[in-house]
């Protein structure tokens, strides 16, 4: 497998790609849906709401869990989830500059 050469990247660039390798599972975009419509942390209903088996969902968890977009804390013998607001806010800025970029190209150039 060949390097990716993230270190010749931004933070910047290389934080975007993270947030959109995240966000790039449907799975994982119901998640975050859920998590914030819920004013609470979630613990076992995901299976049920999102319709995939645990071990899919704790899979996606544990991924949005490492880019910091959410985070869990130990409840008896499960594991609650709610959205992280600081990293969230972060990540949210940074992809709407992102998106949100004019192009300075002459527009009749293609």
């Known amino acids: ?14 934080k975007i790609a993270l947030l959109a390798k995240a966000i790039g599972h449907p799975a994982r975009v119901a998640i975050l849906q859920h998590l914030f ?3 609470t942390c979630i613990c076992g209903d995901l299976v049920s709401e999102i319709g995939l088996a645990q071990p899919t969902i704790s899979q996606h968890l544990k991924e949005l869990k490492n880019l910091g977009l959410i985070k869990g804390s130990v409840e008896g013998t499960s594991v609650c989830y709610c959205i992280d607001q600081t990293v969230w806010k972060e990540m949210s800025f940074l992809l709407t500059n992102f998106l ?10 293609c």
């Not at 497998?1 to 290389?14: P, S």
């Not at 949100?100 to 150039?109: D, I, L, P, R």
């Open 100 to 109: 949100t970029q004019e192009s300075k190209a002459n527009t009749s150039c």
């Open 1 to 14: 497998m060949g390097l990716t050469k993230t270190e010749i990247f931004t933070d910047e660039q290389n």
């Open 37 to 39: 419509k819920s004013d």
